[in-house]
């Protein structure tokens, strides 16, 4: 039985939204549910990749004299980091980057992906 492009698209999202430092590494039904919109629109995982990873480089960049930041909650809080990518992609070799600048990373969110679904 093989996993339809879908499916393996939705999981692979929600993976990385689960292993990105800083979330509750929670999946909520809603998060399902804008992983299969994203799907939908057919942003390509790698935009969602790097806009995790740009989120967790700008979260970890704050000055040490403020708090730390909150828990991220759920994959919506990507969603404006995911419309600027859109917007302005990624300059190529950029994501190679932020995974060097945030590493060690879980290997999962700090792999560049090979997988240009859809």
Same mark, same amino acid.
């Given at each position: 039985?093989? /996993? $339809?492009?879908?499916?393996?698209?939705? %999981? *692979?999202?929600?993976?990385?939204?689960?292993?990105?430092?800083?979330? $509750?590494?929670?999946?909520?039904? !809603?998060?399902? *549910?804008?992983?299969?919109?994203?799907? %939908?629109?057919?942003? #390509?995982? @790698?935009?969602?990749?790097?806009?995790?990873? /740009? !989120?967790?480089?700008?979260?970890? $960049?704050?000055?040490?004299?403020?708090? #730390?930041? %909150?828990?991220? *909650? @759920? /994959?919506?809080?990507? %969603?404006?980091?995911?419309? =600027?990518?859109?917007?302005?992609?990624?300059?190529?070799?950029?994501?190679?980057?932020?995974?060097?600048?945030?590493?060690?990373?879980?290997? $999962?969110?700090? !792999?560049?992906? =090979?997988?240009?679904?859809?």
């Amino acid at each position: 039985m093989t /996993l $339809s492009n879908q499916h393996y698209y939705v %999981q *692979r999202v929600l993976d990385l939204y689960r292993d990105t430092p800083g979330t $509750s590494g929670r999946v909520r039904p !809603a998060d399902r *549910r804008l992983a299969n919109t994203l799907h %939908q629109r057919g942003i #390509p995982i @790698s935009t969602i990749q790097g806009a995790l990873l /740009l !989120a967790v480089v700008r979260r970890t $960049s704050r000055t040490l004299d403020t708090d #730390p930041p %909150q828990t991220i *909650r @759920s /994959l919506h809080y990507f %969603q404006h980091v995911i419309q =600027e990518l859109l917007d302005q992609p990624l300059p190529d070799g950029y994501l190679d980057y932020l995974c060097w600048k945030l590493a060690p990373l879980p290997p $999962s969110l700090a !792999a560049p992906d =090979e997988h240009q679904i859809p």
